[in-house]
């Protein structure tokens, strides 16, 4: 019986053992573990983006470096200023004392725009990636095309309309209406560039530059005739943009990214923007011909001299 019994073990195995190769030559052999469907699905990696320099620098340190890189673009935005003050400065300021004094009213303007314009950078970024250049054409020409007609509209009210309150109405309502169409058929138009082939989109783009820089030379002449044709410009409007072209030269130098994680700015643009503040303050109260000769001189910093001063 015990003889019997191991043949009839012996015997059930080889039959295991021969159902099981037989079915993996068909390719039907059981799988080994749990099945697919009980399986956790897999999930994408994720690449996670290289922070931004802003970012990754502390708070204090982008204090700092906004306070020292707005202390060396107020020093060359007050240049211009700096030079026409000093042919009529009051007795008893110096050249020095009236540079500092005007140094410490640029320089409140010029630390905020310098911080407004490193957060602009997060909008700016839209016309970077896959698309940029016909965001960039679709946005120049957006610029360019409303900029000629808010001029001919402009020019258009003027000989037309005598009664001023409804030409500024006009030209206020008309021009949002047409900027708003205008946006619309700016960005329809990027759309469209992007879904052209390859080849059609390059000369598409490159021909839309062409026009726009036609464009922009003509407005540049129309706009050279119209100064030639009229009256001499008044000193104060003449200098006012010359402080203006002045000022935005020094906040795109203040605004560079080379300076926004450089520790030597964080250090000492803080301290020396405040002794500069302070002392032209002072020097601007201890003088009061020195505030009426920025007022005259200086017109575009005429409002925060009267802040600063109370007067």
């Known amino acids: 019986m015990v003889l019997r019994d191991d043949d009839t073990r012996k015997q059930g195995l080889r039959s295991v053992v021969g159902v099981s190769k037989r079915l993996e030559v068909r390719g039907a052999a059981p799988r080994v573990g749990p099945p697919m469907s009980s399986l956790p699905p897999s999930r994408p990696s994720v690449t996670k983006p290289a922070p931004d320099d802003a970012h ?19 020093l060359l935005a007050v240049l211009p200023a700096a030079r026409r003050l000093s042919g009529s400065l009051p007795e008893g300021v110096g050249p020095l004392g009236a540079s500092v004094a005007l140094a410490a009213v640029a320089l409140v303007p010029m630390v905020l725009v310098v911080f407004l314009s490193r957060r602009a950078r997060v909008g700016l970024r839209a016309f970077s990636g896959p698309g940029r250049s016909s965001r960039a054409v679709a946005a120049s020409a957006y610029a360019l095309v409303l900029l000629i007609f808010l001029a001919l ?9 005598h009664h001023h309150a409804l030409a500024g109405a ?23 560039f992007e879904g052209c082939p390859p080849r059609t989109r390059r000369v598409l783009l490159y021909g839309s530059s062409v026009v726009l820089v036609l464009l922009a030379a003509g407005a540049l002449l129309g706009v050279g005739r119209a100064l030639a044709s009229s009256p001499p410009m ?6 006012m943009i010359l402080d ?15 300076f926004a994680d450089r520790r030597l700015v964080a250090f000492v643009g803080p301290p020396l923007a405040v002794a500069l ?3 032209g303050v002072v020097t601007l109260r ?26």
């Open 56 to 74: 990754e620098s502390s708070l204090v340190l982008r204090f700092g470096t906004g306070m020292g890189a707005g202390l060396l673009g107020t």
């Open 153 to 161: 509209m402009g020019q258009v009210l003027k000989a037309t309309t």
């Open 170 to 192: 006009t030209f206020a309502l008309v021009g949002l209406g047409f900027a708003a169409v205008l946006s619309v058929v700016a960005m329809r138009g990027a759309v469209f």
């Open 234 to 239: 008044p000193r104060p409007a003449a200098a």
């Open 244 to 258: 203006l072209l002045a000022f935005g030269i020094g906040v795109s130098v203040a605004g560079h990214r080379g």
């Open 277 to 279: 503040f302070v002392l």
């Open 286 to 311: 201890g003088a009061p011909p020195l505030q009426t000769a920025l007022a005259d001189q200086v017109p575009l910093y005429a409002a925060i001299v009267g802040l600063l001063t109370g007067s």
